[in-house]
């Protein structure tokens, strides 16, 4: 059902997260010592809107929920149409108890590939990514670590390579992950990642 060209889904959606249509669609950055964290229930997770991409964070917050989680179908729905999820979530394993993460950066994309990705775009280690994204895109950068079976993490290292996740707008109130892929860096002191703007557009 439409009321003027606005989906059904799209108005319950802003009835139920108002507050969220008021938010920054490129998320501040996160101070270290106060990470976000999801954990295998909606209940006991920072995130609000899981299983509701209606913004960009929220999208992302659904494919970390997913991965967790070994979640499937809740991957899939955060996801542009035809992506394939990974082995471990297809199989319904879950990754871990929880997952820690913190927005770094991102910036709206405006199809010019050293302008968006850095300098050292061409070193860039997921480049099947950076062909996928489109000019308006959001590339919106997050650090995150998943506290997978025989570990504990207590927090997120400043030098942890972040995760490049290129969002789009699908429809009012609808984003969906085109892609996301960390950077390959054969050594973190080389943080090349720094060379990237953040600057919030």
Request: aromatic letters at 10%; proline letters at 7%.
């Amino acid at each position: 059902m439409h009321f003027r060209g606005i989906t059904l889904t799209a108005l319950l959606c802003c009835l139920a997260f108002p507050a969220l249509a008021k938010e920054p669609l490129i998320p501040p950055r996160d101070p270290l010592d106060h990470p976000r964290v999801i954990r295998l229930t909606n209940q006991d997770s920072t995130s609000r809107c899981i299983g509701h991409p209606v913004t960009p964070a929220c999208a992302i917050e659904q494919v970390l929920a997913a991965t967790l989680r070994g979640d499937a179908k809740l991957w899939k729905a955060a996801m542009i149409k035809g992506a394939q999820p990974y082995d471990w979530t297809q199989q319904g394993i879950p990754f871990g108890d929880f997952v820690y993460y913190r927005y770094v950066g991102g910036k709206r994309l405006g199809g010019d590939k050293v302008a968006d990705w850095g300098m050292r775009w061409e070193e860039f280690g997921c480049l099947d990514m950076m062909h996928a994204a489109r000019k308006g895109d959001l590339r919106i950068d997050v650090q995150h670590e998943y506290n997978t079976t025989g570990t504990y993490i207590h927090q997120i290292k400043e030098e942890t390579a972040p995760t490049f996740f290129i969002v789009r707008h699908i429809s009012h109130n609808e984003w969906r992950i085109v892609d996301y892929c960390p950077p390959r860096i054969e050594d973190e002191r080389d943080m090349f990642w720094l060379d990237i703007p953040t600057s919030h557009q």
